[in-house]
């Protein structure tokens, strides 16, 4: 087993599912956000579940899968745009496995299972993440753009770069959940 | 240097949220929204902010020139997420995308776009003309034909609005000193 990442047990808040959420992340509007279970939130997220879809009844904002990474310092905000003359903001869904660097700034629709995204990446407003894609670090995808299966993207703006290996999801899969088994709590002497 | 004095002038229809920073004499006009994690530091001189701007999440504008003069920012602009803004005036109903940088070097004019990620930090002073857009890695311009400017201003307009309501549900709002 790889060495272990600690964090100080005063910081992350452990929720019943297995969630750990940073105390020093900013997240708006609680009550709009799912967490699949087993997810981290560093340090330094600012999550924002207050950008609702108006209208009546509950609305879910954000919702992420299990095993996923939210990175230091990195924003989510759900997309918005006027549609038949009304203006409104879209929630955004995220899958299982998804791991996404510091400080990027994610304002996609849609992101599948297994992803992986770089540091500092800027993903622009209504982007499609397909399943198993990764997103290279310093990326800036345009706003609209839809991200196929199994594809590596790269650059500004962001452009197809080669295809990802079939093992994908498996790699992904058992790298994000050992990311999780070696986030612990630093026990002091 | 003498310390700053803090002097918040804040319209009261603007909504600032309880979690933003601010630094010195700045004021805040009238229907203008600051998002929670917002930077406002007039380090050097006033700032003045006019109605209807939107400034978003991470974004910081920052006056430091040396003359001490007043940054003054116009109305229905868009500061979106991380963008940090230092030219000493800026027009009306410009947008400073995702994570771009201005240097104090330029001035924005009305209705230009600096583009996610570019860095706009020329060594000689610069007015960025009327329409200006700045995109792409290496900062490239050209100029807006002015398409679809009605649709955007109603865009804008109509996003201000929405926050404008929505915001102070979620968010604790901060006040001026004069209220």
Redesign the interface.
């Known amino acids: 087993m790889e060495a272990p990442i600690y964090y100080s047990k005063s910081e992350f808040i452990e929720t019943d599912t297995g969630n750990k959420v940073s105390r020093r992340a900013t997240i708006a509007g609680p009550q709009n956000i799912i967490l699949g279970g087993k997810t981290v939130i560093s340090t330094g997220a600012i999550i924002r579940g207050d950008l609702r879809r108006t209208g009546p009844g509950h609305a879910v904002v954000i919702s992420l899968g299990r095993y996923c990474l939210v990175g230091e310092g990195c924003v989510m905000r759900p997309p918005y745009k006027t549609y038949r003359g009304n203006f409104n903001y879209y929630p955004m869904k995220i899958g299982d496995h998804v791991h996404i660097g510091a400080n990027s700034v994610v304002e996609a629709a849609t992101i599948g299972n297994h992803v992986e995204i770089g540091k500092n990446c800027v993903i622009g407003k209504f982007t499609i993440i397909k399943d198993c894609a990764k997103i290279a670090d310093n990326t800036v995808i345009p706003p609209n753009t839809v991200i196929p299966a199994l594809s590596h993207f790269a650059g500004s703006p962001g452009r197809y770069v080669e295809d990802m290996p079939e093992s994908t999801m498996e790699v992904v899969e058992a790298r994000t959940k050992g990311y999780y088994r070696r986030f612990m709590p630093f026990e002091g002497r | 240097m003498p310390p700053i004095r803090d002097k918040y002038t804040i319209h009261s229809k603007a909504v600032v949220c309880q ?1 933003v920073e601010l630094k010195g004499d700045i004021t805040i006009g009238s229907g203008t929204i600051v998002h ?2 917002a930077t406002i530091f007039a380090i050097a001189g006033p700032i003045v902010i006019g109605s209807n701007n939107i400034i978003e ?2 974004a910081i504008i920052v006056n430091r020139q040396a003359r001490k003069e007043v940054m003054r920012i116009g109305d229905d602009n868009l500061f979106e ?2 963008c940090r803004v230092e030219s000493p005036s800026v027009g009306n109903f410009n947008t400073v995308s ?2 771009a940088r201005v240097h104090h070097t330029v001035r924005l004019a009305s209705f230009c776009v600096v583009g ?2 570019c860095l706009v930090v020329p060594t000689e002073d610069e007015v960025l003309d009327d329409y200006t857009v700045i995109y ?2 290496a900062a490239e311009r050209r100029k807006w034909t002015g398409r679809g400017k009605v649709q955007e201003a ?2 804008r307009r ?2 201000a ?2 926050l404008r309501e ?2 102070p ?3 604790r709002l901060r006040r001026g000193d004069g209220t």
């Open positions: 979690d929670p994690k999440e991470g997420i991380g995702t994570r996610a990620g792409g890695p109603d865009l109509k996003h609005e929405y929505m915001l549900k979620f968010n």
